[in-house]
């Protein structure tokens, strides 16, 4: 299973997790053809794969979610997933949301949680892989939690992530800032505004460049190095906008974090990689990703025993 693969049946669990599995697996493939479709050249004729993606993946699609919807309407019951909150979601006048309301949500979401989450698992990855030491630091503190355990089944809890992991979190942070999985985001000017001589007027659209702000010397000291100490001192307000900022932060902002924190546990104490492929550069599919995805040969790892602490 590719990390892609991974993050797309990981958000699939978020949105849809309360199905049937055979309408989960369905509705995974079809939204990984969806999703490569539209990320592709947006030439809407027939022979292309956005046209493909368009037609037929988004329509399987659809009809598949209609099945789950219609599912759940007969069991009436309530569901703690995404789509569950969609579906009793209603306005002040008690007007709930259009079947296509709901598909285009749910999609939107499932195409938001899949390429950028995958993206910041492979880069975190890279980064663990140039960094032998800080890897087996990461191990350590991963490895402490779990020795805290009863057995090595025990669920990870959320007062592990939120208080027991420190520098994985920092990782995480620094692994955001320097890899710059999405570079830039569109906003619009409310008020005039003057800017180092410039006047930006009301109502133009302006691109925000994340890697520009993260890049910049004034703020980071040798932002070029992966150097997750940094994080140590909170960094100063909007100087640090992987998500975005303000009233239009990403939504799935906590999910990601979330996700990355509970990879880099299972993958760390359980798994040692080697990379297979060229380790330099970078390249955009559609996103910043490691140049050639950068493929990793990945053996069982022999764990520390719960009780002694050896080796």
Same mark, same amino acid.
């Given at each position: 299973?590719?990390?892609?693969?991974?993050?797309?049946?990981?958000?699939?669990?978020?949105?849809?997790?309360?199905?049937?599995?055979?309408?989960?697996?369905?509705?995974?493939?079809?939204?990984?053809?969806?999703?490569?479709?539209?990320?592709?050249?947006?030439?809407?004729?027939?022979?292309?794969?956005?046209?493909?993606?368009?037609?037929?993946?988004?329509?399987?699609?659809?009809?598949?979610?209609?099945?789950?919807?219609?599912?759940?309407?007969?069991?009436?019951?309530?569901?703690?997933?995404?789509?569950?909150?969609?579906?009793?979601?209603?306005?002040?006048?008690?007007?709930?949301?259009?079947?296509?309301?709901?598909?285009?949500?749910?999609?939107?979401?499932?195409?938001?949680?899949?390429?950028?989450?995958?993206?910041?698992?492979?880069?975190?990855?890279?980064?663990?892989?140039?960094?032998?030491?800080?890897?087996?630091?990461?191990?350590?503190?991963?490895?402490?939690?779990?020795?805290?355990?009863?057995?090595?089944?025990?669920?990870?809890?959320?007062? +592990?992530?939120?208080?027991?992991?420190?520098?994985? $979190?920092? =990782?995480? @942070?620094?692994?955001?800032? %320097? &890899?710059?999985?999405?570079?830039?985001?569109?906003?619009?000017?409310?008020?005039?505004?003057?800017?180092?001589?410039?006047?930006?007027?009301?109502?133009?659209?302006?691109?925000?460049?994340?890697?520009?702000?993260?890049?910049?010397?004034?703020?980071?000291?040798?932002?070029?190095?992966?150097?997750?100490?940094?994080?140590?001192?909170?960094?100063?307000?909007?100087?640090?906008?992987?998500?975005?900022?303000?009233?239009?932060?990403?939504?799935?902002?906590?999910?990601?974090?979330?996700?990355?924190?509970?990879?880099?546990?299972?993958?760390?104490?359980?798994?040692?990689?080697?990379?297979?492929? +060229?380790?330099?550069?970078?390249?955009?599919?559609? $996103?910043? =990703?490691? @140049?050639?995805?950068?493929? %990793? &040969?990945?053996?069982?790892?022999?764990?520390?025993?719960?009780?002694?602490?050896?080796?």
């Amino acid at each position: 299973m590719s990390v892609f693969q991974y993050a797309l049946k990981v958000a699939m669990e978020y949105v849809v997790g309360a199905a049937p599995h055979y309408e989960k697996e369905e509705l995974t493939k079809a939204c990984e053809h969806l999703i490569r479709g539209v990320s592709s050249i947006p030439v809407n004729i027939p022979g292309t794969h956005y046209h493909k993606a368009l037609k037929d993946s988004k329509k399987k699609a659809c009809a598949l979610l209609e099945n789950i919807v219609s599912w759940r309407q007969l069991e009436k019951r309530p569901h703690g997933d995404i789509l569950g909150i969609l579906m009793d979601t209603q306005d002040e006048d008690g007007c709930k949301l259009t079947p296509n309301e709901i598909h285009d949500n749910v999609l939107t979401l499932l195409y938001l949680g899949h390429d950028t989450a995958a993206a910041a698992l492979t880069w975190a990855v890279k980064y663990l892989t140039d960094n032998p030491k800080l890897l087996e630091d990461v191990t350590a503190e991963h490895e402490t939690i779990r020795q805290k355990k009863t057995s090595q089944d025990e669920t990870l809890m959320w007062s +592990d992530i939120k208080d027991q992991m420190p520098l994985s $979190i920092r =990782v995480i @942070k620094e692994t955001l800032r %320097i &890899a710059n999985i999405v570079e830039f985001c569109y906003r619009e000017v409310v008020e005039d505004v003057e800017y180092k001589g410039y006047l930006f007027p009301k109502g133009w659209r302006i691109l925000v460049a994340h890697s520009a702000v993260h890049s910049n010397s004034e703020y980071y000291t040798n932002p070029g190095e992966f150097n997750s100490s940094r994080f140590k001192i909170a960094p100063k307000p909007y100087t640090y906008t992987p998500f975005g900022n303000g009233a239009h932060v990403c939504l799935g902002r906590e999910l990601a974090n979330l996700e990355l924190l509970i990879f880099l546990h299972h993958f760390t104490l359980n798994y040692r990689w080697e990379s297979i492929g +060229d380790t330099d550069g970078s390249e955009y599919a559609p $996103i910043h =990703v490691p @140049k050639g995805g950068f493929p %990793i &040969a990945v053996r069982r790892r022999k764990s520390r025993s719960m009780t002694d602490g050896k080796g």
